[in-house]
C-alpha cells in the first residue's frame, strides 16, 4: 500500500442520503443521479420516451417532496420510485394500452422460434417489443401487468414489488403466477411460439428475491 494516500470509503446508502436531503435538499440530486436512467427506461418501455420524459420527471418530483415518509428502514429507494413510476404509470392506462395494440401491429421479425413471454420482456426495447408479446400485455389487466413488468423490466425482487405496490408478496406470487400463465396461453397459441416460454426466468426471479439488490 506504500505511497498510496488516498483512503477509499463506501458510497453513501440510499436511506443515508434520502435522511440528509431532508436537512440538505440539494443532497437529493445523488438519488436522481442513480436511479434516473432506470426509472426513464421503465416508463419509456410502458409508455413511449416521449412519457417517459414526464413520468421520470414527475417521479423524483414527487419523491423529493415526499422523502419525509420514506422509512430507512428499506435501505434501497429503487423500489419506492419504481412504485411511485407505475402509479403515475396508470393515470395513463389507456395509452399504455395503445401502444402495446400499435405494437402489436408491427411487422413480424424475420425469427418466429424465440422464446417470448417474461425472458423477452427482460430484453426488449421500446421499440423492440414483439408483436406477439405486445398482444398479450395489452390484455392483461392492470394489476398483472404491474406486477410481470416491474420484475421483468424494472428488475425488481417479489418483496421489491410488494414494497413498490403496497401489497403482501404472497400477492405479488399470485399475480406473477396468473400473469405468467396468461402470457404462456397467448404466446403458446400465436405463430407456434413454445408454450413453456418464460418459464427460464422463473429461478432468476428466485435468485433475485433471494439475495436482494444490496
Do not use: N
Request: proline fraction near 4%; hydrophobic fraction near 40%.
Amino acid at each position: 500500500m506504500g505511497g498510496m494516500t488516498g483512503v477509499y470509503t463506501e458510497p453513501e446508502g440510499d436511506a443515508s442520503i434520502v435522511a440528509r436531503s431532508r436537512t440538505e435538499p440539494e443532497a437529493f440530486a445523488a438519488v436522481f443521479d442513480r436511479y434516473a436512467t432506470d426509472v426513464h427506461r421503465y416508463a419509456a418501455r410502458r409508455l413511449g420516451d416521449e412519457a417517459a420524459d414526464d413520468i421520470m420527471a414527475e417521479t423524483f418530483t414527487t419523491a423529493f417532496r415526499l422523502r419525509d415518509r420514506f422509512d430507512p428502514e428499506r435501505g434501497d429507494v429503487r423500489p419506492w420510485l419504481f412504485g411511485i413510476a407505475t402509479h403515475l404509470v396508470s393515470r395513463h392506462r389507456r395509452a399504455e394500452a395503445r401502444r402495446f395494440r400499435a405494437l402489436s401491429r408491427l411487422p413480424a421479425p424475420a425469427e418466429t422460434d424465440e422464446p417470448l413471454a417474461d425472458r423477452v420482456a427482460a430484453r426488449a426495447t421500446a421499440d423492440g417489443v414483439r408483436r406477439e408479446l405486445a398482444t398479450a400485455l395489452a390484455r392483461l389487466s392492470p394489476a398483472l401487468r404491474d406486477v410481470l413488468l416491474l420484475v421483468a423490466w424494472a428488475d425488481l425482487a417479489y418483496e421489491e414489488v410488494a414494497q413498490a405496490l403496497d401489497v403482501p408478496v404472497g400477492t405479488v406470487r399470485s399475480r406473477l403466477h396468473r400473469a405468467r400463465g396468461r402470457l404462456r396461453k397467448e404466446l403458446g397459441a400465436s405463430g407456434g411460439v413454445r408454450a413453456a416460454a418464460g418459464t427460464e426466468t422463473g429461478h432468476a426471479d428466485e435468485g433475485r428475491k433471494e439475495r436482494g439488490h444490496g
